[in-house]
């Protein structure tokens, strides 16, 4: 994937500190605001960049020219500024007719890209713009969001008074080709994406949830911030187990949703404990199409899993959160979140910081264990009826993890 970082804007916001700087390259604990986009995407697999100039456009070059990343960056120079979408527009052939980010480089973001784009490779079918979002403290100074039940943006307010959420754009997409078709279709030079592109692609974009840091370096005040939340806002990803509910954690008996019903798997508190000693955080994704067949309620799952929780406190075994498909394709649209599709697994990593490639899946189904492939997860269990977690524990106990899920396999 490529991405074009937005960095000629001449930041009249935040002068005076801007009056010999161009934004972009304004520096955060002593590392120039583009230096951490470049850091950042890199890792995530993107390694071709364009880069548009125009405020003070030499100090940008002489930064490219000395960056460790200077072969990979393409430089382009506007006369007069184009515009977000006018910059895409006038560049397509940079993006040689494949998906690409588009990011407004005078923000500075933390999260884990890998999973944002992930999200994007995962959309639901008609979406072809993936915006991420952050959970903003002055959403009235924000393009603010409404999303429906799938994750999909409906309703779209660019800084009005009293928005409806503080769920903000984060000016940071992942588009797909088309959207360069549709701005060719306007016919002019100077697009504006907040006001020309995302009222026309509403109930067409989906959305990532930036849970760990995200902040416009717009004034002063946003900017000193910045310097002190790099600190404590930044958290190292945690490795996770992701476990499938029925067959893994409780017999399978078909739509378990009472209490009497639930039997735990033989030696299932021994596993948990084990990893979690390992350090390792316990979540738990399950299809639950028995709610959409109308065998039982949101509030009747809900109640079982408080009491499984529960039961797993007294064991001194934590599960960090629970996340759950109440779809089913024949009764309901199609949604993103039922297993094979990754969304239960995006989102929670998303939400926790979690760093999938580190992560563990366990199912019973080969469609959790394609969840985890569509999710980058490398690890996964695939379980059966006769699977000994003690006997597994018992011969793996003071080895890897790696080895526990080769034995099982």
Request: proline content about 5%; hydrophobic content about 35%.
């Amino acid at each position: 994937m490529r991405a074009l970082l937005l960095s000629a804007g001449e930041g009249t916001r935040l002068r005076p500190i801007t009056n010999n700087i161009p934004k972009c390259l304004v520096p955060i604990n002593g590392k120039p605001l583009l230096e951490y986009w470049l850091e950042n995407l890199t890792q995530a697999g993107i390694n071709e960049f364009l880069i548009n100039t125009h405020y003070l456009a030499d100090q940008v070059k002489e930064f490219v020219t000395t960056s460790k990343y200077k072969n990979n960056i393409t430089l382009v120079y506007e006369k007069e500024l184009l515009n977000t979408g006018g910059t895409v527009l006038a560049n397509k052939e940079f993006f040689k007719n494949e998906p690409f980010m588009l990011v407004h480089a005078d923000n500075l973001s933390f999260c884990d890209f890998n999973t944002f784009i992930n999200t994007h490779n995962n959309r639901p079918k008609e979406c072809e713009i993936t915006m991420m979002l952050f959970k903003s403290d002055d959403p009235s100074s924000c393009g603010i969001v409404e999303i429906d039940e799938n994750n999909i943006v409906q309703k779209f307010y660019e800084k009005v008074p009293n928005p409806p959420s503080n769920l903000a754009n984060g000016a940071v997409y992942i588009c797909e080709p088309s959207i360069i078709n549709f701005m060719e279709q306007l016919d002019k030079k100077d697009i504006d994406f907040s006001l020309d592109i995302i009222p026309a692609y509403l109930g067409k974009i989906n959305i990532f949830l930036n849970n760990i840091y995200h902040r416009d370096i717009g004034n002063p005040i946003s900017y000193g911030l910045a310097q002190v939340e790099m600190n404590t806002h930044i958290k190292t990803p945690i490795k996770a187990v992701f476990l499938d509910r029925d067959g893994v954690i409780n017999e399978d008996y078909g739509y378990v949703y009472k209490q009497k019903d639930f039997k735990f798997k033989k030696n299932i508190f021994a596993l948990l404990k084990y990893y979690q000693q390992q350090g390792y955080k316990l979540f738990i994704v399950t299809n639950q199409s028995g709610i959409a067949r109308g065998y039982y309620s949101v509030d009747d799952f809900t109640k079982l899993m408080d009491w499984v929780k529960t039961k797993f406190l007294e064991q001194n075994i934590t599960i960090t959160d629970i996340a759950f498909c109440p779809h089913h394709p024949d009764i309901n649209k199609e949604c993103n979140c039922r297993k094979p599709k990754p969304g239960m697994i995006l989102n929670l990593a998303s939400k926790y910081n979690i760093d999938l490639k580190s992560s563990i899946l366990i199912g019973d189904n080969q469609s959790d264990i394609l969840a985890a492939k569509n999710a980058n997860i490398k690890h996964t269990i695939l379980v059966n009826k006769e699977t000994d977690y003690k006997v597994i524990l018992s011969k793996y106990s003071n080895s890897s993890p790696a080895n526990m899920i080769a034995s099982i396999q």
